[in-house]
């Protein structure tokens, strides 16, 4: 990836939150190839995924396999045992066998309005790190700990508590399966985005701490995504943060039309 302006290469998540039925998901996929840049050209620096509701895995997963469309689908949450009594979750080889791989952990909705807690997003990246799943974990603080000068200290609690030690996690941990999303609570879904400063700052802390958990080869290697109100408007500032390197999208990855308008944004950039 020597060559690329940015030296861990680009993460484009996108976020379907519960929205699009896989109808719609079909529809979505139509629109997507028909705009997509030239002959499906694709950079090898940019890694593409969309975190889609459970029931429209499989469907949205066929399509871009069959539309040739280099987009990994992953789910928005799974839990770590491989079966039993948990009505209402998903399990690790349910995933496998729809050819899931990779899951969003401990986003602030699950958080704030499901009760995942730090000991519940360790578990799940525990858990499914060790199924051979990559796991993008989601942290940040509220508005209020901003306002109350907490954000640091809020970020390394969540990652302290979240992350698994190299020794709990069997399966080879440093081949990029671990990804962190720092997502500011008070910017996601508000229009509010993070100033580059703020999310410059907070990545780098977070860096340092992946550095001083996991060693310095895992922290250069594992990708920071950025999100909260992303748009294709304050894409640029935000991914030339050097310590930035993606972006997790909500609202605008659901319209085909401003997916594309992302996707060529990360393109462009990664050709500067
Ligand atoms: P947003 O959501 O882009 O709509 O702010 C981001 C997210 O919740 O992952």
Not at 34 to 43: A, C, D, L, N, R
Not at 72 to 91: D, V, Y
Not at 105 to 128: A, P, Y
Not at 145 to 173: A, C, F, H, N, W
Request: proline letters at 5%.
């Amino acid at each position: 990836m020597s060559s690329s302006p940015k030296s861990r290469g680009l993460f484009f998540a996108g976020n379907w939150k519960m929205n699009h039925t896989p109808r719609e998901a079909a529809a979505f996929f139509e629109e997507v190839e028909k705009g997509w840049p030239s002959e499906k050209k694709m950079s090898p620096d940019l890694k593409l995924a969309l975190y889609t509701p459970t029931l429209t895995l499989t469907e949205a997963r066929a399509i871009c396999q069959k539309q040739k469309l280099p987009i990994q689908i992953g789910a928005q949450n799974a839990h770590w045992e491989k079966s039993g009594a948990f009505t209402g979750e998903i399990s690790g080889p349910m995933l496998k066998e729809a050819g899931i791989e990779s899951v969003l952990i401990g986003h602030s909705e699950r958080r704030q309005l499901f009760g995942e807690t730090n000991d519940t997003v360790h578990k799940r990246t525990r858990g499914l790190l060790n199924q051979g799943f990559s796991v993008l974990m989601c942290i940040g603080e509220t508005r209020e700990q901003r306002e109350d000068k907490l954000t640091g200290q809020v970020l390394i609690e969540q990652l302290s508590r979240g992350i698994p030690v190299p020794s709990e996690v069997s399966t080879p941990y440093l081949n990029g399966r671990l990804a962190i999303a720092y997502e500011p609570v008070w910017a996601i879904g508000t229009g509010l985005v993070a100033t580059p400063e703020q999310a410059e700052e907070a990545h780098a802390i977070i860096r340092q701490f992946l550095e001083m958990q996991l060693g310095s080869e895992a922290a250069t290697q594992t990708p920071i995504l950025y999100g909260g109100s992303v748009t294709a408007e304050n894409f640029d500032t935000l991914m030339k943060c050097p310590n930035v390197d993606g972006a997790l999208v909500g609202g605008a990855s659901l319209k085909a039309s401003s997916y594309l308008s992302l996707l060529k944004k990360a393109l462009h950039l990664l050709e500067a």
